[in-house]
């Protein structure tokens, strides 16, 4: 019984004429990788976190064969939510279509907590960082909204364990971090929150080169889980 981690699996078995190979041959099947290699990996024992960007679907209602296709691989999946999952509605509405579809293996993390192998997780989104050369001022609220529910969620895992004495992985869609801006207001709250391991994604292609992977920030590992990143392959964090 482990936990892996493989976030932007970008799904697109809905929508078969978005193409992710703009971003370079290492995109290029997959889809078919994807399900190999998660076969080849996991187990139904085996927890699965995803943060974020999972299917190219604008409404949950069109999301089915996706998520037909998560829900048939091995293992319990926690997901959160990225930049382009436009489906991504409330978590009323989320769990009532799971539940619809027998999706049962599929859960949703936002800022709540769940736990799996000991360890607390929960998660939020993030988002792209001030020095960012896209960042503008509209950016700043929600910027400053990311912060908050990163807040809430340690808040929430110190409701669920006041003494602290389990692991705490947190999934942020967007990186925290990355060689061209350590340290960050999230690293620190993150640091500040007992964080054991942050996963993340979102950097795909040429930007695999601003990744901060495995070095160690207060207490924190940080481990990029996007998937051409990690050859589309579920990486083992416990």
Known sequence: MSIFAISDLHLSLSNPEKSMTVFGQGWEDYIDRIRDNWNGTVTDSD????????????????????????AGLPGRKLISRGNHDFWWTTINKMDEYFASRDYGSIEIVRTNVVESEGCLISGTRGWMMPGDSEFRE?????????????????????????????????????????????????TDILSEGGCSICVYGHLHGRAHGKIYDGDDIGGTRYVCTSGDYLKFKPLKLN
Do not use: Q
């Open 47 to 70: 927890t699965v976190l995803i943060a974020g960007d999972i299917s190219w679907a604008t409404r949950i209602g069109e999301a089915d064969e996706d998520f037909g296709f998560l």
């Open 138 to 186: 509209k950016d700043r609220k929600i910027y400053d909204r990311e912060l908050a529910r990163l807040r809430l969620c340690f808040a929430e895992m110190d409701k669920a364990d006041p003494d602290r004495t389990k692991p705490r992985i947190i999934m942020l869609h967007y990186p925290p971090v990355t060689r061209i801006n350590c340290p960050t207001d999230f």
